[in-house]
């Protein structure tokens, strides 16, 4: 008998201790002391009204929507990028057709650093992790027969090039025949941010803040259903921070772009109300429900308070949530589907308006097409089994909750604070104070699962040995298709006609060396075939900075 | 004498081409000096003849790659063809990041000598290096 075996093998003194086992840490993810018990001591009601107030009313800690999910499920918005564009086009239908309900299409990092596909650095990483987009027809390839009026498309561009993005779906859309009133989508653009995700030649600050801020403008002006930045704390808490110092370091970075919007003269409710953020969902449920709700508060009160904003529409919080994609291992992988759904739900008790749930495979490849439809069913399953789009804010007036929303709320209030001692956001970049700070947390976060003050099923704890395969299959991706875009951007080079390209990039030349709003020539010069990379070197030119962000090549335009 | 006691183990730690995630690349860099190396972090963009040329200078005793975007099967090749080229015969090689498992024995073939997955613990890598560099 084979069980019998097995029994001989168990070890029942390790058994015991399971039995009898308690857990050995009473602290949030964040590293904050958490009472055994709370009670109405520990979240006075009093202040109902005041501070947490029914959805749909300020300070919107329940929500910005007074029926939340009733009025509209969240966007089921999972991300793609490999690749050619045309294989990003194929995916992308691929999750529509699956249920998925709102397009997400992620920049690799030739395209986040403004390389052209047929750029030297790039040539080797075209498709790796996102998709190239170098001219005009990349772009007609990847929108091909999607109707750009009905369906609602993030567009993850966060570098500078993010300018270059909009330019050239803009000018996609227009020669299609879509007015550009009718699109609807949001474009990353946040290239501050971006800084800390390894790109800073493609995001020198005050080009950052120019460029990022002439496609919030032209949006505001152009484009009335546009989310024109989505400010990416998710990013930033990857890099090992805390659940308080994610929002603080947000906020510092979306005030960075809000003084420059009001620098050029906009009002704060022409354009408060198409700001979007990227939050993270890590593994402490309460914690991360709590973040969320502290942040919808605060934006709340600093767009009142501090930007005197008087639509409530400014005052929204709204966020798009990305699953922790640090909080996945490769080890025991199908784990990952156990974290990410845990993780989805916390977005949902949270409120949040448009998820994207990691594919269990996330920490060893880019999602096949097995695991990709796996992480839209999670959410799925969310969405249409579980009752949780009943109600909003579930988890209001929760003892605990409530505390600990306070909690995070005077946390995030000390990391601003300590922000503003440094001068402001801006001198906490240029000082790279920032850089100190995510640095030496990332340090601590390693630590906490060498010594096992944080435990991670299969890293720390009941450790197997490693498998063979990845269980649904690794994503390849396609090194034909890389090399056959990187010849047709060679052809296009050859063919074009170049009295209109120096044409175009003059205009962009002159029009950013007058201060004014980039967008408007770019699109010109992407119809005239420009490149992504000579439309972004041109206006690095003109702030200072070298053509070529990896100094290889020259300007052919000097 | 055990290995390693010798003298200090001279590290380098770098990422390769375009790849922006580098928190794993600087925290092994700071898990390594805490275990008393002495690490030469060369950073993001780098390419392999520049890899190559920092581990002949500085003289290094282990060459740490760290991988997160799906380079590893394009670079890890160029890289030891550069260190073989060179003469670095004696200088481990170590790569870190996020690989599909089948991968793992590809990149040993071509030529690293241990992978380690995202999630590794310190203990791991420290104690590999320690009692794997070449003399």
């Known amino acids: 008998m084979t069980g019998k075996n097995n029994a001989n093998e168990v070890n029942w003194d390790d058994y015991l201790k399971a039995y009898y086992e308690k857990p050995s840490s009473f602290k949030s993810w964040s590293g904050y002391d958490i009472k055994e018990i709370y009670t109405p001591e520990d979240s006075p009601d009093e202040k109902y009204e005041e501070k947490i107030a029914d959805a749909g009313k300020y300070p919107f800690t329940r929500g910005i ?80 027969d999607i109707p750009l009026d009905k369906v609602s498309w993030s567009l993850i561009t966060a570098s500078t090039a993010a300018s270059v993005t909009m330019a050239q779906y803009i000018a996609v859309a227009e020669d299609a025949g879509y007015e550009p009133a009718a699109l609807r989508g949001s474009v990353q653009n946040d290239p501050i941010h971006f800084r800390y995700c390894g790109f800073r030649p493609a995001s020198p600050l005050d080009l950052s803040i120019k460029l990022g801020s002439d496609v919030m403008e032209y949006c505001t002006r152009n484009l009335p259903k546009w989310y024109f930045t989505t400010v990416n704390m998710y990013d930033l808490r990857e890099q090992g921070i805390t659940a308080p110092q994610e929002v603080a370091f947000g906020f510092g970075i979306a005030m960075c772009y809000i003084d420059e919007l009001i620098r050029r003269g906009l009002n704060i409710d022409e354009f408060a109300p198409r700001f979007t953020f990227y939050v993270s969902c890590h593994m402490d449920i309460f914690e991360e429900v709590a973040k969320i709700r502290a942040a919808r508060r605060m934006w709340a009160k600093l767009m009142k308070e501090k930007y005197g904003a008087k639509d409530p529409r400014s005052m929204h919080f709204r966020f798009a949530v990305h699953t922790a994609g640090c909080s996945l291992i490769p080890q025991q992988p199908l784990n990952n589907i156990i974290r990410v759904a845990y993780e989805g739900l916390t977005a949902v008790l949270g409120g949040v308006q448009s998820l994207h749930c990691c594919s269990y495979d996330e920490p060893m490849c880019l999602p096949s097409e097995k695991a990709h439809l796996q992480a839209l069913r999670t959410q799925q399953v969310l969405a249409y089994e579980t009752g949780v789009t009943n109600v909003a804010d579930p988890l209001g007036g929760s003892y605990y909750v409530e505390s600990l929303t306070d909690k995070m709320e005077e946390e995030i209030l000390k990391v601003m604070k300590r922000v503003e001692d440094v001068g402001g956001m801006e001198e906490a970049i240029r000082t790279e104070w920032l850089d100190h700070e995510l640095e030496s947390e990332a340090v601590e976060r390693q630590k906490e699962l060498d010594d096992g003050s944080k435990l991670v099923v299969g890293l720390n704890i009941f450790k197997e040995e490693q498998e063979k395969e990845t269980p649904l299959g690794a994503q ?32 962009i030349r002159d029009e950013a ?40 090549i020259e300007s052919p335009f000097d | 004498m055990i290995k390693g006691k010798k003298k200090k183990i001279k590290a380098l730690v770098t990422k390769v081409g375009l790849d922006g995630h580098d928190r794993g690349a600087k925290v092994v860099a700071s898990m390594l000096k805490e275990a008393g190396m002495e690490v030469i972090y060369l950073g993001m963009f780098q390419m392999p003849e520049n890899i190559v040329k920092a581990a002949l200078d500085e003289d290094v005793d282990v060459i740490g790659l760290s991988y997160l975007s799906g380079e590893h099967l394009i670079f890890t090749p160029l890289i030891v063809e550069e260190m073989k080229k060179n003469g670095l015969d004696n200088v481990l090689l170590v790569a870190g990041g996020t690989f599909p498992a089948e991968d793992i024995p590809t990149m040993e073939e071509m030529g690293i000598d241990k992978v380690f997955r995202a999630g590794s613990l310190s203990e791991s890598f420290v104690e590999y290096i320690r009692d794997n560099v070449k003399e």
Do not use: C
């Not at chain 1, 992308?92 to 390389?115: F, H, K, P, R």
């Not at chain 1, 396609?478 to 175009?504: F, W, Y």
């Not at chain 1, 992407?526 to 100094?551: C, H, I, K, W």
């Open chain 1, 65 to 144: 929507h007074a029926n939340m999910f009733r009025g509209r499920l969240w966007t089921k918005r999972e991300v793609v990028g490999i690749g050619s564009p045309a294989d990003t086009h194929d995916r992308l239908q691929y999750l529509v057709e699956q249920g998925g309900s709102g397009l997400n299409t992620i920049a690799d990092v030739t395209y986040e650093m403004g390389l052209d596909a047929d750029h030297p650095w790039a040539v080797n990483e075209v498709g790796l992790t996102g998709v190239n987009i170098t001219n005009i027809k990349d772009m007609q390839t990847l929108t091909r």
């Open chain 1, 476 to 507: 390849r991706v396609s090194s034909q298709s890389a090399k056959q875009q990187i010849e047709e951007v060679k052809e296009l080079k050859r063919t074009r006609d170049m009295s209109q390209v120096r044409d175009a990039i003059k205009r």
């Open chain 1, 513 to 552: 060396g007058e201060g004014k709003n980039t967008i408007p020539p770019m699109m010109e010069a992407t119809r005239a075939f420009a490149t992504t990379g000579e439309m972004l070197g041109t206006v690095r030119q003109v702030f200072g900075y070298s053509y070529d962000p990896m100094n290889i």
